[in-house]
């Protein structure tokens, strides 16, 4: 198995989104020497939403300022569509509000244009497997908005009632280390299980909560003061 394959699954499926058809290729041709398999790409919003829906990527790299539609826009009908699908923005806008947008439409990490191409594929990888990937020095400023919005009043699950899904004592604790903001990577090593194992817990607190994303389930088990135990 190499770094740019999931379990036995084969190479990670790959789109590019880019308004910009150098930058665009560059990047597709970076990660396929590099053993990804880019499934798909595209240059505008109304493209990236058609295209990635025929083609099923397993992580979308996509950038914000797109024609047509929006790439916050984009990340948000895609992963309504496919809560399993994981997102990149790759973006030139290092700005606090393009961030925070962007990883309540959904995105799974953010990364800047300065990045270098070992950056780039590392991130890629990172978030095929569910890790949360930011440019240093915003992974705070993401977990202080995950913060903001635990304190504001929002529906969710009532896991109290007859009959509502119940967490199992490891899912609880494997969401309480999300909840105060480790990697999967982080998760796995201080509870001494696989990184695979860290990542089926929390697909399935997913589905238990009927949440789609990680900044759901963290302002979930904020919420419930989890993070505080």
């Not at 908005?145 to 929002?154: K, N």
């Not at 480790?182 to 001494?192: D, G, H, M, P, T």
């Not at 817990?201 to 302002?219: C, D, I, M, S, W």
Request: glycine share 8%; hydrophobic share 40%.
């Amino acid at each position: 198995m190499t770094d740019s394959t999931i379990g036995q699954q084969g190479p990670i499926k790959v789109m590019v989104v880019d308004d910009h058809p150098m930058w665009r290729d560059a990047v597709a041709r970076d990660l396929a020497e590099s053993g990804f398999d880019v499934v798909a790409t595209a240059g505008d919003g109304d493209q990236a939403v058609r295209r990635a829906k025929a083609a099923a990527p397993d992580v979308l790299v996509l950038d914000l300022n797109l024609p047509a539609k929006p790439g916050v826009q984009v990340c948000k009908e895609l992963v309504g569509h496919n809560p399993a699908l994981r997102v990149l923005v790759l973006s030139a806008s290092g700005e606090h509000a393009d961030v925070l947008e962007a990883v309540k439409s959904g995105a799974t990490g953010y990364l800047l244009k300065s990045a270098s191409t070992d950056e780039l594929l590392d991130a890629v990888r990172r978030t095929a497997v569910g890790d949360p990937v930011f440019t240093p020095g915003l992974a705070g400023l993401v977990l202080g908005e995950y913060r903001r919005l635990a304190s504001e009043p929002a529906p969710a699950p009532d896991t109290d009632q007859p009959g509502a899904p119940q967490l199992t004592d490891r899912e609880t604790e494997v969401l309480r280390l999300v909840a105060k903001g480790l990697s999967y990577k982080q998760i796995a090593e201080r509870l001494v299980i696989s990184h695979r194992t860290v990542q089926n817990h929390v697909q399935n607190t997913l589905g238990k909560l009927q949440l789609h994303n990680r900044v759901e389930l963290v302002r979930y088990a904020i919420e419930r003061g989890l993070d505080d135990e």
